[in-house]
């Protein structure tokens, strides 16, 4: 064994490194994930936590030996991808039905191997079961440097027909802590990223979605661990975890008899007995996650740093700020009144017009929500001159041209329908449930897949110069049968989504600098999945500034600010233009609202907001993000962005619904270099309006700065101060 720590202390300094079969370790700078095989030749995960600095205590760790009730030593310890049938009886990562029937699978370790990816090193563990020609393969990166792992499995056999699978997690963690406390985000529409903190005790919490086409409605697909106590900000230890999976999601959190925790992220298996031919590779979901000893601020830094890098489409790129019609025209709008838009957009000073819903079919047009979806034409009466119509208005006004589509989807008023009614997830024999007056395609049809490759082909064929889609999904699978599984309904949920994924390779392979903002009914898509292929989502249809405050700080515990679309809106108008554009500002900012109305100092403050964006968007969407007052607290917020180099930063304060004669908080930035003068310029004014705030055009060390903070709040609801410091 002596030999075998040495082995690994050598190979831990080279970059691409294979293990001594004993030990598996999966490390970032800070986080140990490790691995020993049992003399049994079984994997057990011996420790996940703070990285461990001398190899010669790998030793050390053991996985649980106990005395089973008839006084027999028992040596079962916590395996790494637990199996169904087997000798754990807690919920397993992975159980099987073979194709003689047995439903028992052991998992046995038979090789591993690392190797150097983009950012990190990937290990790839192989386990096979002795009795059926059964194979795992276990795979974890890790990003040294960003502190982030993502870890996800394959599932494969040889044996002589199809087996059954009925848990196919895509990893499974344990933990070892005095308390556990989860934080689950429930949601609806309009409603999104809702905190909810509970102690775990012994026994399950499953958080799961049965949606089909999203993953989110009722319950998102990010969590937050606080480990001996409930996670914070800036304090303690935490792990902040999320599924790359637009379908059903399944998180089961199950505290055993030793006071693990068992963590085990997978796709929903309900109604999803899959079924899978011998050669056949079932790859599960990526499960990602970030550990951090000093909250979550810090794990969020990370998950962002290593999104931007690694995960998100075009991450390390620039995002346009955009006019939408949406809000603004609804479904009535013509070439005329697009056009029109247009050239507010160029006056407003965005880069791009993004025309919204409602501009297809003609058989059945579009002029409300009830048809026309499928038939992906512009609707003649309304668009005479088509697409190549509006890009070209879109050209002379000076903007780029965006569109809305929303290609997975079908109204039974629609010449597709009429066409391939054996194209829609639908019941024959019974009444048909509707969701928003439509039905879901049945993408994992591969000839479906063609056609809704070829909705975004066909208008980038014709139009190459459309700059940006806005891909939409508002309905959940009503009536689930799809006629093209026919007898192998249990497929179906997992193929669907594999058929989207399908779709937007080719559209990426094919387009790979097209931005494409993701949406589904509001947010009912945010997953680092289809991130790969978007270069941002839509958080929410609800634009209340003060609603949004509350969304966007949850949202930004997983996601980086340039993944995040948020436009200024007519949705709470009782508030001002301006606190409106400064809750937008610290996102990804766009605008969805009639500028015609504003009135004369609103609009100007728009125009030079959109200007102040530009020069701070570096600081914002590529710099450090620290949550400095939370809205859950108390009836402020403030966060504060800081460049990379430390040169520059950016504070957004907002009052909420405070208290009369409340005292007033200093706000304590975070994330600058103590020892760097500031100076602090109040931007985003009302036009011919001084700050009335003291700091303004003063000087401060950000030694000052973080331990005495800044008098930015007011007694007044939905005041907001935007501020650059230099
Ligand atoms: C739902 C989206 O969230 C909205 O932004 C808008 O695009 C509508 N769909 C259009 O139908």
Redesign the pocket.
């Known amino acids: 064994m002596k030999k075998t720590i040495m082995l690994i202390a050598a190979m831990c300094m080279t970059s691409a490194i294979t293990f001594a079969q004993e030990i598996i370790r999966v490390s970032t700078e800070k986080t140990d994930l490790v691995m020993k095989v049992s003399p049994k030749g079984r994997l057990y995960q011996v420790y996940l936590g703070d990285k461990l600095q001398n190899p010669a205590d790998y030793e050390n760790l053991k996985w649980d030996v106990y005395a089973a009730s008839d006084g027999a030593v028992c040596q079962r310890g916590h395996e790494v991808y637990a199996t169904s049938g087997a000798e754990d009886y807690f919920e397993p990562a992975v159980a099987v039905t073979h194709a003689d029937g047995n439903m028992s699978t052991y998992l046995y370790y038979k090789s591993s191997e690392q190797k150097a990816v983009k950012g990190g090193t990937e290990t790839v563990i192989i386990l096979q079961d002795k009795v059926y020609p059964l194979t795992v393969k276990l795979h974890y990166v890790a990003y040294p440097k960003e502190n982030v792992i993502k870890a996800w499995s394959e599932i494969s056999h040889k044996e002589k027909s199809a087996i059954t699978l009925w848990r196919y997690s895509s990893t499974m963690l344990y933990f070892k802590s005095s308390k556990y406390y989860l934080t689950n985000y429930h949601s609806d529409w309009a409603k999104e990223g809702q905190p909810e903190t509970t102690q775990l005790s012994t026994g399950k919490k499953i958080i799961d979605t049965k949606l089909g086409t999203r993953a989110a409605m009722h319950a998102e697909p990010f969590f937050e661990l606080g480990f001996d106590e409930p996670a914070k900000e800036n304090e303690g230890k935490v792990m902040l975890g999320t599924i790359g999976w637009p379908g059903n999601f399944r998180f089961t959190f199950e505290v055993d008899n030793v006071g693990a925790l068992r963590v085990i992220p997978a796709i929903n298996p309900y109604a999803s007995d899959y079924k899978l031919k011998a050669g056949e590779v079932f790859t599960t979901p990526e499960f990602i996650f970030a550990m951090s000893d000093n909250g979550m601020g810090e794990a969020s830094r990370n998950l962002h740093d290593w999104a931007r890098q690694y995960q998100v489409n075009m991450g390390t790129g620039d995002r346009l700020t955009l006019l939408n019609n949406?809000e603004n025209t609804g479904f009535d709008f013509n070439q005329q009144s697009l056009a029109e838009l247009m050239k507010d957009a160029k006056d407003l000073g965005v880069d791009m017009f993004l025309l919204?819903?409602g501009w297809f079919a003609n058989k059945y047009p579009r002029k409300d929500?009830h048809a026309g979806l499928g038939d992906w034409e512009a609707t003649k009466s309304k668009l005479p001159e088509g697409i190549p119509g509006l890009v070209r208005d879109a050209k002379k006004a000076g903007v780029k041209f965006g569109i809305?589509i929303e290609p997975e989807m079908v109204n039974p008023k629609s010449e597709l329908f009429e066409k391939h009614p054996d194209w829609v997830i639908l019941q024959p024999q019974r009444d048909t449930y509707y969701y928003r007056n439509q039905l879901v395609l049945d993408i994992s049809n591969p000839k479906v897949q063609d056609y809704v490759f070829g909705i975004v082909d066909r208008i980038m064929t014709e139009n190459p110069e459309v700059a940006y889609f806005?891909w939409?999904c508002?309905s959940v699978i009503t009536n689930i049968y799809s006629p093209y599984h026919k007898q192998n309904q249990g497929n179906f949920y997992i193929d669907h989504v594999r058929g989207i994924y399908n779709v937007l390779t080719r559209i990426h392979n094919k387009y790979p600098n097209l931005p494409m903002m993701l949406?589904s009914?509001?947010g009912g898509r945010m997953d680092y999945e289809m991130l790969k292929y978007f270069t941002e989502f839509?958080c929410s249809?609800d634009t209340d500034p003060y609603e949004r405050i509350y969304i966007q700080w949850s949202l930004s515990k997983f996601f980086p600010t340039k993944t995040m679309g948020s436009h200024v809106t007519n949705w709470n108008k009782n508030t001002s233009v301006k606190f409106r554009t400064d809750v937008c500002s610290s996102c990804k900012l766009g605008f969805d609202i009639d500028l015609k109305s504003l009135s004369t100092d609103d609009y100007k403050f728009v125009q030079q907001a959109v200007k102040n964006y530009n020069s701070m968007k570096p600081i914002i969407l590529e710099g450090d993000q620290y949550r400095l007052v939370s809205p859950y607290e108390g009836s402020h917020c403030a966060i504060n962005y800081v460049s990379k180099d430390k040169q520059r930063a950016v504070l957004f304060a907002y009052d909420l619904h405070p208290r009369y004669k409340e005292p007033q908080q200093n706000v304590k930035l975070q994330g600058l270099d103590a020892a760097k003068m500031y100076t602090v310029k109040e931007t985003n004014l009302m036009p011919g309006k001084q700050s009335d705030l003291d700091c303004n055009g003063k000087q401060y060390s950000g030694d000052y700065l973080m331990k005495v903070g800044l008098n930015v709040f007011t007694a007044q609801d939905g005041t907001s101060h935007v501020l650059v410091l230099e």
């Open positions: 949406w919204d819903d929500d809305w806005k939409d508002n949406c009914g509001g839509w249809d």
